[in-house]
């Protein structure tokens, strides 16, 4: 069965430091993966997805990227944190067809001070 | 573009009643799903049930079925013999294709208390 792992859990990083998130799903190939953020309550906002190695779309701009090394590894980055960052990030997976179902991360949750 | 609306930014329902959370959709495509999630105090998004534009019968998934009307464009979620496990916060989203990518837009959920 598929399973899809985020870390960490947790962070908390001052203004103005790099962010690495990572997201890995196992039990499938060439998923389509997502990052979504969620603000303190609110809905999901859509930030990246990506169909492929190297094939990556940016829904928002702003001060993070994406990357994608690996089939089934994708990862949010930032060379600076804004206090604006701070939230929930969900990755999610798919197969990818019609009406497939995104399964989601368990997420991880970041304060920037 | 794709728009997804949840009026009802709390409900709240007795154990073993139902309840009904409401979603109501925008899109100009013909072919498109519609998708509820839960989401516990955890965080983790669980994915709860589908109707897709052309599917004739309402969902049902357990406890879970959509009361899908396409002409009204509304896809409301029916809860029935709510368990204190079902408290949450519940979202509508609406799956899009473009570009390659399925897509989804999330509406601003509802958060759903279940008391004794």
């Known amino acids: 069965s598929q399973t899809i792992h985020q870390w960490p859990a947790t962070l908390v990083q001052p203004v103005g430091s790099p962010l690495s998130l990572e997201c890995t799903v196992e039990?499938?190939?060439?998923?389509?993966l997502y990052w979504y953020r969620q603000a303190a309550g609110r809905g999901l906002q859509l930030l990246f997805y990506s169909i492929g190695i190297d094939q990556i779309s940016s829904e928002v701009p702003q001060n993070l990227s994406a990357s994608r090394p690996q089939d089934r590894q994708f990862i949010l980055s930032s060379k600076k944190l804004l206090l604006s960052d701070s939230g929930f990030y969900l990755c999610?997976?798919?197969?990818?067809?019609?009406?497939?179902?995104?399964?989601f991360g368990p997420g991880t949750r970041l304060t920037v001070l | 573009a794709q728009k997804i609306t949840q009026t009802q930014p709390g409900m709240f329902v007795q154990e073993k009643e139902a309840v009904t959370l409401d979603c109501t959709y925008d899109t100009s495509d013909p072919s498109y799903g519609l998708f509820w999630y839960k989401q516990p105090s955890s965080g983790e998004m669980i994915f709860l049930i589908y109707?897709?534009?052309?599917?004739?019968q309402n969902a049902t998934e357990g406890r879970y079925s959509l009361n899908f009307q396409k002409a009204r464009k509304s896809a409301n979620l029916v809860i029935s013999a709510s368990q204190l496990g079902d408290s949450a916060m519940y979202f509508c989203a609406i799956h899009w294709i473009t570009g390659g990518g399925n897509k989804l837009t999330f509406g601003t959920g509802t958060q759903l208390k279940v008391e004794l």
């Open positions: 999610a997976w798919t197969a990818g067809g019609p009406g497939d179902t995104q399964y």
């Open positions: 109707q897709g534009s052309y599917d004739q």
């Open positions: 039990g499938t190939s060439n998923p389509n």
